[in-house]
């Protein structure tokens, strides 16, 4: 497998996970019109997995259905950061807000790439994550406007910083901890990040779940 | 706070009434306008307007009966059946056999 498939397969499983993992709070979340917004984000985040998935699809010769459901829970290159099942609003804003600005940093580069089909993918996913990033750093003043919130967001940053630190390779890393703190206006805890290639035991129930209808057809079954 | 939306559907077409959103205030009204009236490419442009702006008003006194102002004022129908039978055509005309 090229790195290029490899870097593809990474995002879209992030995407594909973290959509999968918002879509949780489709029905319970604090009030009806987050309820809306939050769902339609993870709806977002699906679709873009669906593109990232059809270019890895085209250099592999497979689909992108097959790349998202057919393998093995092992062999998914998501960070440890989107498989978390943390059903609290604090925390799911937190992975939010964390995961969006280390998403900047990667597309950033992305767009930036030689590789045209990759970086005009980047630039469409982009425009998408902006309304994400908007969505997220409301939230993130939102919670930093009371004591509560605020204890709240830290307390939950610092539970993630780990995991969040995982999303990006050595290069990137870095800007990520300067937006981080600056965002905060403290530092975050200097820990080793919990890498790519790890799973969290949650990803299984996850993944039985996910794949659980595609599994239950016989297979090349047309949907 | 309560935001009244309003949509417009295709450039150059009035803005009409979608619906509401309820949100803090109006930084997250615009992200939740846009996820319930926009995901679906169903608006060109939003309008949001706090609810507290909208002045309504409701008493329309009309003492006197002055139909004539009005835009439905006269009852065009006997006028016309009665020319049309002055002019011998009311068996003929449209809707003659009501």
Same mark, same amino acid.
């Given at each position: 497998m090229s790195e290029r498939t490899d870097l593809l397969l990474a995002i879209a499983d992030d995407e594909l996970v973290l959509g999968w993992r918002n879509s *949780?709070?489709?029905?319970?979340? +604090?009030f009806l019109e987050e309820d809306v917004a939050f769902s339609s984000i993870a709806q977002n985040e699906i679709g873009h997995a669906r593109a990232l998935y059809e270019l890895a699809a085209a250099e592999l010769g497979t689909t992108a259905d097959e790349l998202a459901f057919?393998?093995? +829970? *092992? *062999?998914y290159r998501c960070a440890p950061l989107v498989e978390l099942r943390r059903l609290e609003w604090a925390r799911t804003i937190a992975r939010h807000w964390l995961y969006e600005t280390a998403d900047e940093i990667r597309l950033e580069t992305l767009m930036a790439s030689a590789d045209p089909a990759l970086a005009g993918l980047a630039a469409k996913m982009d425009r998408e994550e902006a309304y994400h990033r908007m969505h997220a750093e409301m939230w993130v003043d939102r919670l930093l406007g009371t004591e509560e919130g605020r204890m709240r967001l830290h307390e939950a940053v610092d539970e993630l910083w780990p995991y969040a630190l995982g999303v990006l390779d050595d290069a990137l890393r870095p800007e990520l901890v300067r937006r981080a703190a600056e965002r905060l206006g403290r530092d975050l805890p200097d820990v080793e990040p919990v890498p790519r290639g790890v799973h969290e035991a949650e990803l299984a129930d996850l993944w039985e779940e996910m794949t659980m209808v595609r599994r239950s057809a016989p297979s090349g079954a047309q949907w | 706070m309560i935001f009244e939306v309003f949509r417009q559907e295709r450039k150059g077409q009035p803005f009409q009434h979608a619906g509401t959103v309820t949100a803090p205030d109006e930084r997250f009204a615009e992200i939740y306008a846009r996820e319930q009236y926009g995901r679906r490419q169903e608006s060109v442009a939003l309008w949001l307007v706090p609810r507290e702006a909208v002045s309504q008003i409701s008493e329309f006194p009309d003492e006197f009966e002055m139909k004539y102002r009005r835009v439905d004022g006269y009852s065009i129908k006997a006028r016309l059946r009665e020319a049309r039978e002055k002019a011998g055509t009311l068996e003929t005309a449209p809707g003659a056999e009501e």
């Amino acid at each position: 497998m090229s790195e290029r498939t490899d870097l593809l397969l990474a995002i879209a499983d992030d995407e594909l996970v973290l959509g999968w993992r918002n879509s *949780e709070w489709t029905g319970i979340a +604090p009030f009806l019109e987050e309820d809306v917004a939050f769902s339609s984000i993870a709806q977002n985040e699906i679709g873009h997995a669906r593109a990232l998935y059809e270019l890895a699809a085209a250099e592999l010769g497979t689909t992108a259905d097959e790349l998202a459901f057919d393998r093995k +829970p *092992e *062999e998914y290159r998501c960070a440890p950061l989107v498989e978390l099942r943390r059903l609290e609003w604090a925390r799911t804003i937190a992975r939010h807000w964390l995961y969006e600005t280390a998403d900047e940093i990667r597309l950033e580069t992305l767009m930036a790439s030689a590789d045209p089909a990759l970086a005009g993918l980047a630039a469409k996913m982009d425009r998408e994550e902006a309304y994400h990033r908007m969505h997220a750093e409301m939230w993130v003043d939102r919670l930093l406007g009371t004591e509560e919130g605020r204890m709240r967001l830290h307390e939950a940053v610092d539970e993630l910083w780990p995991y969040a630190l995982g999303v990006l390779d050595d290069a990137l890393r870095p800007e990520l901890v300067r937006r981080a703190a600056e965002r905060l206006g403290r530092d975050l805890p200097d820990v080793e990040p919990v890498p790519r290639g790890v799973h969290e035991a949650e990803l299984a129930d996850l993944w039985e779940e996910m794949t659980m209808v595609r599994r239950s057809a016989p297979s090349g079954a047309q949907w | 706070m309560i935001f009244e939306v309003f949509r417009q559907e295709r450039k150059g077409q009035p803005f009409q009434h979608a619906g509401t959103v309820t949100a803090p205030d109006e930084r997250f009204a615009e992200i939740y306008a846009r996820e319930q009236y926009g995901r679906r490419q169903e608006s060109v442009a939003l309008w949001l307007v706090p609810r507290e702006a909208v002045s309504q008003i409701s008493e329309f006194p009309d003492e006197f009966e002055m139909k004539y102002r009005r835009v439905d004022g006269y009852s065009i129908k006997a006028r016309l059946r009665e020319a049309r039978e002055k002019a011998g055509t009311l068996e003929t005309a449209p809707g003659a056999e009501e």
